[in-house]
């Protein structure tokens, strides 16, 4: 099993282990405010650079693409607006860890002289999947993909569907289900997408998707011209998220993106070599799953109300928690180091959790 590392102050390693539950962080609200926000600055910029791949789509389109290019150019229907749409109304929720273990940038950044936990990810992600109430929620664990807007897209190495695992309350690797259906009764060679690892590619197909979506939609009479623009995008989600048999890769890329806009961020932090956890609803409308739940977060000089949602359960941690390495800060304070360590092993006892987790002081000593 992988172990990754969470660092965290003692207020939230004692809510953890007492409370049997964790947090994750809406995705605007993380350490980066371009969270999010980068993925949809990449698609914009793509678009720029290939206007004539998007309208030879749009022409492609048989006998309304005329309706189509009104949409999409002047009725503020466009590609980067519909994904803003689908960001705003779904919510991603976030948990990060990192693969570093007992570094001082760390500590210095989020230890805030408290604990790093040693997780077992697959261990937690069983845990986290075992909660989930309705087909539309949706976990994933992935490595963050570091970028910025300089590159060129086609240079942006994304994990392919065949790497990268979603899951559901009813299944452990919705991707790999997919294609193999694909393969086996599809009349269309589609399956092939899931084997892509190019973002260029994966954001042509996407294109292709969402224009042919606008054209169907209107060949049903469902919208026209007139059709306000946050309608359009609520019809377009909608039809997405109803397909399956041939064309589940349709609804998988949809999915697929969504995810990417949580895993790409700015390579100024590549340091961190971060790992997440993710968690979405595939659902537009207001009512959720999961209430969101607000607390204060501390960035000195200042401080702000942050959104999040809580898992817990009373086995969340009991598979998934193999060591506690208290900061090199807390070495310095006035108390004995053995025995501190023997209270933290005391404390997880005494919440429910095995007396095999190792307990242990950071490998650094730093002064005051």
Known sequence: MTSLYHYTSVYGFEGIVRNKAIRMTKSEFLNDPYDCHLFVEIIGKYLKTHQEFLSDVISSVQNDS?????????????????????????????????????????????????????????????????TLGSEREFLTKASVIYANIGQGVEDIKVPNFSDFVLMSRDSENIFEEHRSYIKEKSYYQTDQLYATSNLGNFLKTYIKGYIYSLSHLLKCGEIDEDTDSHEVFRRV????????????????????????????????????????????????????????????????????????????????????????????????????????????????????????????????????
Not at 104 to 112: A, H, K, L, S, V
């Open 66 to 130: 005329e309706e189509v290019r009104t949409l999409y150019s002047e009725k503020g229907c466009d590609l980067v607006r519909y994904i803003e749409y689908v960001q705003k109304s779904i919510n991603v929720y976030v948990m990060s860890f990192t693969k570093q273990d007992d570094t001082m940038n760390m500590w210095n950044y989020y230890g805030q002289g408290g604990m790093e936990v040693e997780i077992l990810v697959d261990g937690l992600v069983d845990s986290l999947r075992s």
């Open 237 to 368: 989600f909608q039809n997405t998220a109803q397909l399956n048999d041939d064309l589940f890769w349709k609804h998988d890329l949809s999915l697929y993106m969504l995810v990417l806009s949580a895993l790409i961020k700015s390579d100024t932090y590549q340091y961190e070599d971060e790992y997440r956890i993710v968690y979405f609803e595939h659902n537009i409308e207001p009512d959720k799953e999961k209430d969101e739940e607000y607390a204060i977060k501390n960035m000195a000089p200042s401080c702000f109300l942050h959104p999040y949602i809580t898992f817990q359960s009373d086995g969340l941690l009991r598979d998934a928690l193999k060591s506690v390495t208290i900061s090199p800060v807390t070495r310095n304070l006035p108390i004995d180091n053995e025995a501190y360590v023997d209270t933290v092993k005391r404390f997880l006892v005494g919440q429910g959790l095995s007396a095999e987790v190792e307990v242990k002081y950071s490998k650094h000593n730093i002064r005051w």
